[in-house]
C-alpha cells in the first residue's frame, strides 16, 4: 500500500477520528479517504491547539493530531507545539517535509530537527518499510510517561512509495509505573505526622483520572487542596477543603494555607517556577509525586520524592495510612477556616464581582456567566493576560476536565483553539473561550473555521478597546502615540462569517445574551458574545 494508505491506518487503528491541519499535506486525502474527519483551520498554530485539546479533555485516551505543509506551513506551527511541550500535552504533529536530497540543506526548513527542542520526540520517515516501527515508537512516547508533542516527519519525495503489505502494526500498549515503597512509607508517615498539611494538584492527576483518590485523601487526613492551573477541576472546588487554584491569581486562601503549611505534598505536578503559577514558600517539608524523576529537585526541593501514576501513587499513600489512620479524621475546624477565608476575600472583590454601571466590569461579565449556564455540563478555558487572571481564581470547577487551565507559556488566542478542540472531543458539552480584545487579534480568523467546521462554541469576548495591562509598563508611548489602543466590532465579525454575534453594553442584559447564546450553540451554531468593559487591571494577588 501507499505510504500515505499506510499511516493514515495506522492513525486509526490508534484511535484516532479527527485531524486537524493546514494543505498542502497528501495525508489530509488518505486520512479523509480512511474516515478520520479533516478540519481545516485558517492558520497553523489554531490546528496545533486543538489537538491540544483533544487529548486534554480526553485524558490523552484520544490522541489530538495535527498535519501541515513542509516550510513555511512548518514554521508557523512551531508556537503550537511549543505550547504543547511547555503543558506537557501528548500530540501528534505530523509536517511534510522537503524531499529527502533536499532536507538537510541550509536554508531549507527541517521540522525533525527545528522542533526536537521542543518536543518528546521527532524523527522523519526515510525509508516507508519503517513506518511502523517509526509510529510504535511515536505512539508509544504519546501513550506513556510524562506528554509531550511527538514529531513524524513526512519527506514530500515519499508519497508514492509502498509498504509491504500486511500493514504489521498493533496499537501500542500503555504502561503505568508507580513509586518505590519505601518512600511511599515515608510519604505517608509525613503526611500522617503534619500538624498543617497542604495538598497541591496538578495536571498530572487528569491523564491519571486519580480525581477519586485525590478527593478520598484528602477527607481522611483533612487536608485543605489547591491546585495548578493545569490542576483545576481534579478537586471540586464547591468542597469544603477546597481552598481554590492558583496561578497569577489566587483566592486569598492559596497563599495563606501554603504560608502557613508545615508540610506541603505536591502531587501529578512539576512543581516548575513561573510568573503564572503559585510561588511554593520557601523553608517546608515538600513531598513531590510526578511521572517525570527529571522534575524531582528542578524547582524546588523534595524531602521525598514519589515518581509515578498519580493515581498509582495515590492508591499506594491510601493503603499505608489506611494501616494507622481508618477513619476520616474531623475536617470541621480546617473546613471553617478554609470558609472564613473564602467569606472575607469574596466581600472585597463583591463590589467587583457585582458592579452594576457601564462600562461592564469583567469580573461582574464572569460572575453572571457562572452563575448562568450549567456548571456541570461546561467546559471552559481562557485566554493569556486580564482573562486568564480574571477567571480562574473566581470560576468554581466542579467537574473533572471542565476547565482547562494553562500557563507556564502564554499564547495569546490560544483559548480559541482549546474550545474547539474540546467542542469535536466533547460535542455534549458547552465550550466556552475566555478573550480580550488582543487575544481575538491574534487568532480571530480562526472563528470561521468554527463556523465552517459546524463547530457551535461559545466565545466570551471581553473588549476594553486597550492593550490594559500595558498601560503600566508603556505610560509614554500610550501618552504619545496611543500604543496601547485596539478596537475593533468584533460581534459583527462573527456575524460576518456566519455565526451569532452580540454586543453586550449594559449590566441587565449580560444573563439574557449568554442565555441566548447558550441557545444558539445547542442550534449549532457558534456564538461570541462582545462584552464592552473597563480597563479593569486590579487582579486577586496574594496579600489582596
Request: charged share 20%.
Amino acid at each position: 500500500m501507499k505510504l500515505g494508505t499506510a499511516i493514515a491506518e495506522i492513525m486509526k487503528r490508534e484511535g484516532i477520528e479527527i485531524l486537524t491541519g493546514y494543505p498542502v499535506n497528501h495525508l489530509i486525502e488518505y486520512a479523509a479517504n480512511a474516515d478520520i474527519r479533516p478540519v481545516m483551520v485558517r492558520q497553523e498554530r489554531i490546528g496545533v491547539h486543538m489537538a491540544d485539546a483533544i487529548s486534554r479533555v480526553t485524558s490523552g485516551e484520544k490522541i489530538g493530531a495535527f498535519c501541515m505543509q513542509h516550510g513555511p506551513g512548518a514554521e508557523n506551527a512551531m508556537g503550537g507545539v511549543a505550547q504543547c511541550y511547555g503543558e506537557s500535552v501528548p500530540v501528534l504533529v505530523l509536517p511534510m517535509g522537503y524531499a529527502r536530497r533536499l532536507a538537510n540543506i541550509d536554508p531549507n526548513f527541517n521540522s525533525s530537527q527545528a522542533m526536537k527542542a521542543f518536543s518528546k520526540s521527532s524523527e522523519p520517515i526515510n525509508i516507508a518499510a519503517e513506518v511502523c516501527n517509526i509510529f510504535r515508537r511515536a505512539f508509544t512516547k504519546l501513550k506513556n510517561g510524562r506528554g509531550g508533542p511527538v514529531i513524524v516527519e513526512i519527506p514530500a519525495d515519499m508519497w508514492n512509495e509502498e509498504v509491504p503489505e500486511p500493514l504489521n502494526y498493533t496499537p501500542v500498549l500503555r504502561t503505568r509505573y508507580g513509586a518505590d515503597p519505601v518512600h511511599v512509607k515515608e510519604a505517608a508517615a509525613l503526611l500522617v505526622g503534619a500538624k498543617r498539611p497542604v495538598i497541591y494538584a496538578g495536571q498530572g492527576m487528569h491523564y491519571a483520572k486519580a480525581w477519586p483518590q485525590l478527593k478520598r485523601l484528602a477527607e481522611r487526613l483533612a487536608i485543605p487542596v489547591t491546585t495548578s492551573l493545569g490542576g483545576k477541576s481534579s478537586f471540586p472546588e464547591t468542597h469544603p477543603l477546597s481552598l481554590g487554584s492558583g496561578g497569577l491569581a489566587v483566592p486569598r486562601a492559596v497563599p495563606k494555607f501554603l504560608s502557613e503549611a508545615d508540610v506541603i505534598f505536591g502531587i501529578g505536578c512539576s512543581f516548575t517556577e513561573t510568573s503564572f503559577g503559585i510561588a511554593m514558600p520557601k523553608g517546608k517539608t515538600i513531598i513531590h509525586s510526578t511521572l517525570d524523576p527529571n522534575h524531582i529537585n528542578k524547582d524546588v526541593e523534595a524531602k521525598v520524592g514519589l515518581v509515578g501514576d498519580a493515581g498509582l501513587v495515590l492508591d499506594a499513600l491510601l493503603e499505608e495510612i489506611g494501616k494507622t489512620v481508618t477513619t476520616d479524621r474531623n475536617a470541621s475546624a480546617v473546613a471553617e477556616e478554609i470558609a472564613a477565608s473564602h467569606k472575607e476575600w469574596l466581600a472585597k472583590w463583591m463590589p467587583k464581582l457585582t458592579h452594576n454601571d457601564a462600562p461592564l466590569n469583567p469580573y461582574r461579565v464572569l460572575w453572571d456567566l457562572q452563575h448562568t449556564v450549567d456548571i456541570h455540563n461546561t467546559i471552559i478555558t481562557h485566554d493569556a493576560g486580564s482573562p486568564r487572571d480574571q477567571l480562574s481564581p473566581f470560576w468554581k470547577s466542579v467537574e473533572p476536565l471542565s476547565y482547562i487551565g494553562w500557563g507556564k507559556t502564554t499564547q495569546l488566542g490560544y483559548g480559541l483553539g482549546l474550545a474547539m478542540g474540546a467542542k469535536l472531543a466533547k460535542p455534549d458539552k458547552l465550550c466556552i473561550n475566555v478573550w480580550g480584545d488582543a487575544a481575538i487579534g491574534f487568532t480571530g480568523m480562526d472563528f470561521e473555521t468554527a463556523v465552517r467546521e459546524r463547530i457551535p462554541i461559545m466565545s466570551i469576548l471581553l473588549n476594553n478597546f486597550s492593550m490594559a495591562i500595558e498601560l503600566k509598563v508603556m505610560p509614554i508611548s500610550t501618552e504619545k502615540y496611543r500604543s496601547t489602543d485596539i478596537s475593533g466590532d468584533y460581534a459583527a465579525l462573527a456575524r460576518a462569517f456566519g455565526g451569532y454575534g452580540e454586543r453586550v453594553t449594559k449590566p441587565e442584559d449580560i444573563i439574557p445574551a449568554i442565555k441566548r447564546g447558550i441557545q444558539k450553540t445547542r442550534e449549532g451554531v457558534p456564538v461570541l458574545l462582545e462584552f464592552i468593559t473597563s480597563k479593569e487591571t486590579e487582579v486577586s494577588r496574594p496579600g489582596t
